[in-house]
């Protein structure tokens, strides 16, 4: 059985605000929501922005005592999967929630959780750390906090594989749904990495840019974190179309391959492979392609090598070919990445419209593509791909399309 | 630049890189090391935990030969004791 696979619900909290229209409305506009860090003390770290999600009072969404059980990653989990639900308009019945995966991405866990605890224990020296420390660390927090929300009893668990997470996680639940293994999925991304700790540690692999993102321009000087969610609803076009549900667009296929080259230094043969394994999935030929999301980090090496790899796959055809990272405008966050990236996607495709590559400044001859700098710009599509590299030489790639 | 200082900073790569001594000259490039990016980082990481002193990003970047991490060294040594000198 293979089955065409419909997205009927987004989700987003990202620098933009804490819904999918929020997050839209602001690439749409070309503005970067990367500003100055808060949750850490500032002059700590030797870059001062990040991508924060604004505003987030956990009260907001959780009762004060679930709250304490949850890090943040989690509750951004839940906050987009609920919005995501919501918005396909699906009641879980027992029987359905038994055929419903949840997928989530995540890299990291709770960093939080785990840098606080540690402070108490080696920097305050007390000899205990909370009971609720591995609860809410665990990486899978988020996929399991959902389930429970929605009593789903099918396939749950949590991908991680840095940055490609999101879309390792959306691939994973694609396939169950084409294949038939699942009837829906919720499926996605959550990541809030912006403890001490871990900026740190960012710090210290200086990949981190001191001012903004900047991706393929030539005076990029790295990526800028940002934490947050994206939760799509997967289900097959059919049922979609039978209970009347608004189609945001499709997944049509999935690729993924490792570099097997240098655990930090990414390969463009790797990338290249993802990208043609996604596009032979989708049975979809590289000229029929209008966008590409990048995984764009702005880092040295990624952005040329990514060029690098698109002009590999896509020939001649590079040159119609709009290419856009929308890390410049949402930071990189992470095992989230790869969702909110399709989340941007499923928008560019439903507006056409491409959202822009913004902070750009000056072209780089080794990253010779159409990035779309820093105007949105209107163009009719009907199939993009978006692509997730990570740390490991993972790499993932989802095809989307318009449905017709 | 002092042999003293070559011999702290061609240490301290030798010891990141576990390779002899004797092999970290002061001629060699960072390629000839086998020094990738991710070993470069780690270096810079050893060298300030060295020196006690903070290597911006910007500064390390264009380095690929033990001269001219040196020869960074030096100036960020000469700089952290200008400013101690004009902080008495």
Known sequence: MTRRVAVTGIGAISAFGHTFPELWDGLATGKSAIRPLTLVAPGALRFPNAAEVPGYDPNRYFEEKEALLLDRFAQFAAVAAREAVRASGIEFSPDLAERTAIVLGCSGGGKSTEDDGFHHLYGLKEPRVSPLTIARAMSNAGASRVSLEYKITGPVFTVSTACSSANHALGQAFRMVRSGEVEVAIAGGSEAPLSMGFLKAWEAMRVVSPDTCRPFSRDRRGLILGEGAAVLVLEPVERARARGAAILGEIAGFGMSSDAHHITQPSALGAARAMRSALSDAQVPPEAVGYVNAHGTGTLANDVTEAEAIHSVFGEHTRKLLVSSTKSMHGHALGAAGALEAAATLGALHAGLIPPTANFTASDPACDLDVVPNTPRPAHLECAISNSFAFGGLNAVLVLRRLR | ?88
Do not use: C
């Open chain 2, 1 to 88: 630049m002092s042999d003293e200082l070559i011999s702290r900073v061609t240490g301290v790569i030798a010891k990141s890189q576990k390779i002899p001594a004797e092999t970290v000259t002061i001629d060699k490039t960072f390629e000839e090391l086998k020094i990738d990016s991710l070993d470069g980082i780690n270096i810079l990481f050893a060298l300030e935990g060295e020196f006690d002193v903070d290597i911006p990003d910007d500064a390390a970047r264009g380095i690929r030969t033990v001269r001219e991490m040196v020869e960074g060294i030096e100036k960020l040594l000469a700089a952290k004791s200008e400013a101690a000198e004009t902080q008495q």
